[in-house]
């Protein structure tokens, strides 16, 4: 009965929502298309979210965002409840919820077992809901038009399945992350509690990381320093971090006593809430993709030697850049791969003066194709373990879970470092009174484990460049890269593009990869490949040389025989 008169509540609010004749795919980060499109999408994946609450003890978190994309996308992502993103088995039966022709006969077939997906065990009957734990989904969004209509119908879906949103309103991405895997932990310490999630605030993430800031500063101590600059312009990309990220700077003013005495003055340019301006011009994506200076550069102080970062949409990506020379419109950019190379040395160059080798604790970069050969270089000369995967942190999580410290990054800015605590602990006991015990520890710290987090990042970048007494031209010229960029090509259907599984090469057409390669042959310190976006209706074209002219030509030969010859493959 019960059953019965859930499946008709789903049925009839579903139909309210209009269809449309396409299939949406589970891409790199979700679903992500035009927001017009998906308020029907959102309210089966709140269904779905709900259904996964209750399979996993309880608990799973949804994000409306569209991260770096224009103003009129919007997207979901779905994670797990320790932060994790959704389990890849899940994102098939997401992708066959979400795009059913019946939902009710496809929640009913789901439920009595008739219709199964690999690797998804669907233990308790799905219309139910489990006493001892309630089902809850996280859920937030960022500052999109369509951001507040499509969150409402991610609540109902997750309400008609009988689980219970529990709402955060505007958010970054990584910090519903966050938020989502503290429950978790707190619901793990205390499992009778059922009102555990009541206890977790919006704002104990900024608090959080105000603190572990300021744990790090402490052991640095005051001494004064040449070559590091307190002051950052901080572009926010007209996005949901500078609301948090604001929040942050007036908690560290706090904590360290006013404003003066905190060691980073951060000046925000670029954080118009308004949902027409949101990356527009302005972000991460547009300074590393485009290489441009963000809009409103100089309105507030932006010049030659200033240091500067940017923030995407959503807040899960970081760019760091200055201009060189007045007039110069190209910045030179600080990217993902060269943020965490130096995060990583400066572990690795602690863990060495403790006398700490690779085999009592073990190391992995993980990098996407995108990784600039040059990179690559240095990471092996300075020993850094260094593998690839696919684009998308869901690739290099078990990877990085592996090894006792791991870290991810793509060059446009996502990135994390993780560790297991207790093997880090562990292998730090005897000499946990040294201050390099106590940094490596504040510096992971200030990670946030769940997900790349631009707010962490800055944070943690900052007080190394600190304690390293680093200058941002010191830090732009840890090694130097080739030139090398990311261009777009339209092509009328870009999922006939197939590639190998770290995408570093086309299987499919044959034909345009042999291209590719005998032009690569031909450049010197060339590299260049093809993959489809999983974001975005396009195909994306990496290339690199040694110089500009060389990396251009070979970037226009390829877009040159992809517009006359794969167009319309
Ligand atoms: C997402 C993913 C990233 C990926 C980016 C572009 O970022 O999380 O891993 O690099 O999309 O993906 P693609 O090249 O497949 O279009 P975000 O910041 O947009 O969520």
Redesign the pocket.
């Known amino acids: 009965g019960d059953i019965q008169e859930m499946l008709k509540r789903i049925a009839a609010a579903d139909a309210t929502y209009k269809a449309f004749d396409k299939r949406f795919a589970y891409?790199?980060?979700?679903f992500?298309t035009l927001g017009e499109t998906l308020d029907r999408v959102c309210f089966r994946a709140g269904v779905l979210a709900g259904i996964r609450a209750k399979m996993d003890h309880g608990l799973a978190g949804v994000m409306v965002?569209?991260?770096?994309?224009p103003k009129q996308d919007n997207?979901l992502?779905i994670f797990e409840k320790d932060g994790a993103m959704l389990e890849g088995p899940w994102e098939k039966l997401a992708e066959s919820l979400v795009n059913t022709d019946d939902l009710p006969a496809f929640l009913t077939s789901l439920n009595a077992g008739q219709l199964s997906f690999p690797g998804v065990s669907l233990h308790s009957d799905i219309f139910t809901t489990p006493v001892q734990q309630l089902p809850l989904v996280f859920i937030g969004m960022d500052t999109r038009d369509s951001s507040q209509r499509l969150c409402d119908a991610v609540s109902q879906g997750i309400t008609l399945i009988g689980a219970y949103p529990v709402n955060y309103g505007l958010v970054t991405?990584p910090q519903l992350h966050w938020l989502t895997q503290r429950c978790n932990e707190l619901r793990m310490a205390a499992p009778g509690d059922g009102e555990v999630h009541g206890k977790v605030k919006k704002g104990d993430f900024n608090e959080a990381w105000a603190r572990y800031f300021k744990e790090f500063s402490d052991l640095i101590g005051d001494s004064p320093k040449s070559r590091y600059e307190t002051d950052l312009l901080l572009d926010c990309a007209n996005g949901v971090g500078s609301i948090q990220f604001k929040l942050n700077l007036e908690l560290m003013a706090e904590i360290f006593g006013g404003k003066d005495k905190v060691p980073l003055n951060v000046t925000i340019i670029n954080d118009d809430e308004k949902p027409d301006l949101l990356n527009e011009e302005c972000g991460?994506?547009y300074v590393h993709k485009d290489q441009q200076l963000p809009h409103n550069f100089a309105l507030k102080g932006g010049r030659p030697g200033i240091k500067c970062a940017s923030f995407?949409?959503?807040a899960?990506?970081l760019i760091y850049f200055y201009q060189r020379a007045e007039g110069e419109g190209v910045p030179v950019i600080i990217d993902g791969d060269k943020q965490f190379a130096l995060i990583l040395m400066y572990i690795k160059s602690l863990l060495e003066k403790l006398g700490i080798t690779h085999s009592e604790l073990t190391h992995v970069f993980v990098q996407?194709a995108?990784v600039n050969s040059r990179s690559t270089k240095f990471l092996k000369a300075k020993g850094i373990n260094n593998e690839l995967c696919p684009?998308?942190?869901k690739?290099a999580h078990p990877i990085v879970v592996g090894y006792d410290i791991g870290a991810n990054d793509?060059p446009?800015?996502?990135g994390t470092i993780v560790c297991k605590w207790d093997r880090v602990r562990g292998a730090l006991e005897s000499k946990k009174d040294s201050v390099e015990a106590k940094k490596i520890q504040a510096i992971l710290q200030l990670s946030n484990m769940t997900v790349?987090d631009a707010i962490a990042n800055l944070l943690l970048i900052e007080s190394i460049l600190r304690d390293l007494d680093m200058s941002i031209a010191d830090f732009a010229t840890l090694y130097e890269e080739n030139p090398s960029r990311m261009f777009k090509a339209v092509v009328k259907d870009r999922t006939k593009f197939k590639v190998v599984w770290d995408e570093s090469r086309l299987t499919q057409p044959i034909e345009l990869q042999n291209f590719i390669d005998t032009l690569v042959s031909q450049t010197t310190e060339g590299k260049a490949f093809v993959?489809?976006?999983?974001?975005?209706d396009?195909l994306?074209l990496y290339a690199e040389a040694k110089t500009l002219e060389e990396m251009e030509a070979l970037a226009k030969a390829i877009l040159k025989e992809i517009d006359e010859k794969y167009k319309d493959y």
């Open positions: 891409g790199t980060a979700g992500r965002t569209a991260s770096h994309n997207g992502k991405t991460a994506e995407d949409g959503d899960d990506r996407t995108y684009t998308g942190v690739n793509e446009n800015g996502h790349g993959r489809p976006s999983g974001t975005e396009i994306r």
